[in-house]
């Protein structure tokens, strides 16, 4: 065990590291649809490493039984009380990479579909909720720290301690992380009321209600005993009301058990030296097979054949959040700078999707708009492009940029949540970087970063030493989990 941890267990007067189970709707590499699956299937392997016993409990849903059925164990079942309703739920085990994954098996909700969208959702997480509950007793593991993920498991906390006093339950510690704050899980009082029997007395702004709502994730920032989000920038930025959605009075109240610990990135993964999906190899002492990779972008995708033409990417869901209101405005400026081209890969907003196919074909040769979902070709255009364009109004964490500076393709971010605090802008005086970046969202200030960077990419020692820099950072998910080992002692 780390003499660090040793020494605040300690203080806690306790000998054993805490036993941790970590509650969610998505868990890589079974079920998928962002970052929070990422964080929730690294995170216990990680832990394990430092000693810990961690667990995942995550809903049975098709994706998981069409892949790993064959492998699953059924441990037991029982029948869920969810309003009127009476629901079959089994609990299944799975092993995966030396950790233990228990399954909450309901035909009836996880079907299809992990998230069912709008009230249908809120029954489905609901079930979810109370099951773990129902279920933790007969795990045969017993978790000392609950950790929750958003607003699906947000109502957890609140449950144990206001319908589970005297039982087992009602003594554990509950850890909530906010991995996005503008999905709270909004629905009306009656209905979830209805759902799990909630007192009338917590639908008060005190307590969950928001905006005549009842707001699961509020209800987790209220009745968790800690709350972290995936950066500390964004644990700062959701305490305003620019950032809040709401609940910037409950985060402000509750400042000093709010804290961010930003994500990390599979460094197995994304390792330009082993990566299967790129056309050639290469290290930070070894550069020409990024640029055989940008040539083999050019080509497979209607580029102008031109090693020195600075490619701009963007590899993102193309919606609001991420600042594409910035590169519509900009967009026909920039394309008049020195032979610049862009690639984009995304899909989204219609509207957005749209901009940039018209794009392509005003810009032929120079811009490409790749519009869809497309993991191997993330991978190649992490390699073969020379910036990455990330303009987010907000961002809790952000991988992309982690993963582009890994490529040793260099970011242009607004400097907001996990942008700020991944990428170093580049410091003229000092010849310190890892990107560039801006401060307000306003297309200008992102156009000036971009100069920026254009005018750094004339100059190739520059280049080479920031390139070299941004493959040199640390974004490995190690340092993440030896600060989530730190949290968890600390709510002993
Ligand atoms: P968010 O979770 O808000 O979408 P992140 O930057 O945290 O943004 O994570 C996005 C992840 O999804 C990155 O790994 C990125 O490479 C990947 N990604 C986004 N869009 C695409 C796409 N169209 N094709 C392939 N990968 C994508």
Redesign the pocket.
Known sequence: MKKQFRSILNEKGRKELPNILLAAAECAPLSKT???A?VVGTLPKALKKLGFDARVITPYHRCIKDKYADRVEHMFDFYVNLGWRTQYCGIERLMLDDVCIYLVDSEFYFGDKIYRGGQAEGEQYAFFTRAVLDAIPNLGFMPDIVHCNDWHTAMLPMLAKTQYGGAIQGSLRWLLTI??IAYQGKFGFDYVQDLLGIEDKYYTPEFMELNGCASFLKAGCVFADRINTVSPTYAQEIKTAYFGEGLEGILSARSSELSGII?G?DTRVFNPYTDPALPARYHKGRLSGKRLCKLELQRNFGLEQRAEAPIFAM???MTE??GFDLVERMLDELMQYNDMQFFM???GDKDYEDFMRNSETRYKGRLCA?I????E??HRV?AGADFLL?PSRF?????????AMRYGTLPVVRETG?LKDSVKPYNRYTGEGTGFSFADFNAHEMKDAVLLALECYHKPEIMQSLIRQAMEADFSFDRSSEEYAKLYLWML
């Open positions: 962002g970052g929070l990422d991995h996005n994500n990135i590899v993102t869901r959040q991420k890969l995304g899909s790749f869809g979902y497309n993991e070709l993330s992490y990330m961002e809790p964490c952000g991988l992309s940029q982690m993963i996990g």
